[in-house]
């Protein structure tokens, strides 16, 4: 049946092809040719608007006006039955709208500056040579396992001012929380066990003040009374979950890209040390790989068109970034992994306007010196699993994740 066909049915998010984890779902392309903007059917029973165009992605992303990010409006799509019964019950930057988000936004900008990244990168850079140190040259390492899984979470920990100690429960506890495959049963009790823990986190920073990101929340406004104690354990869980899954599922994809894309690794590795070359390479994975596949959501609350689609008030929407990613009116060649791409950093896997990933300095720079001291360490590396045979996550996780990633580390040996 065609996609222009009135009786289609297309169910998002919609299946990448099997056996591929780097490919995008075959349908984007049509959809993007002859029904850009397009009713999709939904877990929750409705059926909301995909909105597949590089363009009208920017334009959906700016009109805050007409699409709200409160899953309390009518027609507001929840990725998941376990997000709809966890995260999209906060009350914090995801879920707000301009002004007020941006009024909330300001709190934390300062933990997530250029400055207060660049102080958390050497630090980034020396655990991840710490993992690497640790691999057998002679064997075969689940990178996803042994590398990508720990390096996120210690850096949020490192934000926030998790103790090192604290940090294993830490992880768990986020990865039962946000993974798409947890019960809305375990995804609550994973959410619970981290409020508690925040609180008594937020405790100690009260008693023993800190520099870090948490202890500037608790010194600079909670003791103030700018702000309560149960926004600052928000502001924590929500830095979770954006920052955890995502920026793990990035890293694993990225690696995997590079593997399979033997001649633009060669380059990769030959300029490790040119900064702006690596900026601009983990743009063009991130467009290429396009880890979140949820995609943004909106519930309609003005009407709007976006291309020559009319939505009504009481609507949902989807904004599937990755289709965006690979629209050919934007990105030429849109297929090929150049890591030189021109426009790369052009690309909307954090988003747009003013819901933009907060924390994408600090995603960028995480990936930016795993990718670096992995391949300056192996640069040989080869994939050790077929590729249609890595086991990969499921389809209502925030981000398509690759669950095992094994690999020769000096294929020689």
């Known amino acids: 049946m065609s996609l ?12 990448k092809p099997e056996g591929d984890p780097l490919g995008q779902p075959a ?8 029904c850009p903007v397009s009713r999709v059917d939904h877990w929750d029973g409705t059926r909301p608007w995909l909105i597949t165009r590089y363009d009208d992605c920017k334009t959906a992303a700016l009109s805050h006006d007409h699409l709200s990010n409160n899953p309390e409006f009518a027609g507001y799509p929840s990725g998941s039955p376990a997000l709809a019964a966890t995260i999209d019950k906060e009350r914090n ?7 007020e988000q941006l009024t909330e936004k300001a709190m934390i900008q300062r933990g997530l500056s250029r400055r207060a990244v660049e102080k958390i990168r050497p630090v980034v850079r020396a655990y991840a ?9 002679s064997g075969v390492v689940d990178v996803v396992d042994r590398y990508t899984r720990f390096i996120p979470g210690y850096a949020i920990c490192e934000l926030l001012g998790v103790p090192y100690d604290d940090r294993d429960f830490f992880a768990e506890q986020g990865a039962l929380f946000l993974s798409g495959d947890s019960t809305a049963e375990v995804a609550a009790a994973a959410g619970e066990k981290l409020t508690a823990y925040l609180e008594g986190l937020v405790q100690a920073k009260i008693d023993a003040p800190t520099d870090d990101m948490l202890g500037h929340l608790v ?3 909670l003791l103030k009374g700018a702000i309560t104690r149960d926004q600052v354990i928000g502001y924590a869980r929500m830095l979770l979950a954006g920052g955890f899954e995502s920026t793990a599922n990035a890293m694993a994809l990225s690696i995997l890209a590079l593997l399979d894309n033997r001649d633009q690794l060669a380059d990769f590795v030959e300029n490790l040390s040119d900064r702006q070359y690596v900026a601009n390479a983990v743009n063009e994975l991130l467009r290429f790989t396009s880890p979140n596949q949820t995609s943004q959501r909106r519930a309609v ?24 990613n690979k629209d050919e009116t934007k990105f030429p060649d849109p297929e090929k992994l150049d890591l030189r791409r021109a426009n790369a950093a052009d690309h909307l896997a954090f988003g747009f306007g003013p819901h933009q990933c907060i924390g994408q300095l600090l995603a960028r720079a995480e990936l930016e010196e795993s ?14 699993t077929p590729i249609e045979e890595i086991p990969v996550g499921g389809p209502h996780e925030i981000t398509f994740r690759i669950r095992q990633l094994d690999v020769a580390l000096n294929p020689t040996v």
Do not use: C, Y
Not at 93 to 99: A, E, H, N, V, Y
Not at 130 to 136: I, P, R
Not at 373 to 384: D, G, I, N, Q
């Open 4 to 15: 222009d066909s009135p009786e289609r049915t297309l169910t998002f998010p919609l299946a």
């Open 129 to 137: 040579q710490e993992l690497v140190d640790d691999f057998d040259p």
């Open 371 to 384: 990718l670096e001291v992995l391949f300056a360490a192996w640069p040989k590396m080869t994939r050790a």
């Open 93 to 99: 930057l995801r879920t707000m709208d301009p002004p």
């Open 219 to 221: 010194s600079k406004h």
């Open 301 to 324: 609350k003005a009407e709007i068109t976006i291309g020559d689609q009319l939505l009504s008030v009481g609507d949902g929407a989807i904004i599937a970034n990755a289709s965006a």
């Open 27 to 34: 349908e984007f392309a049509e959809l993007r040719s002859k």
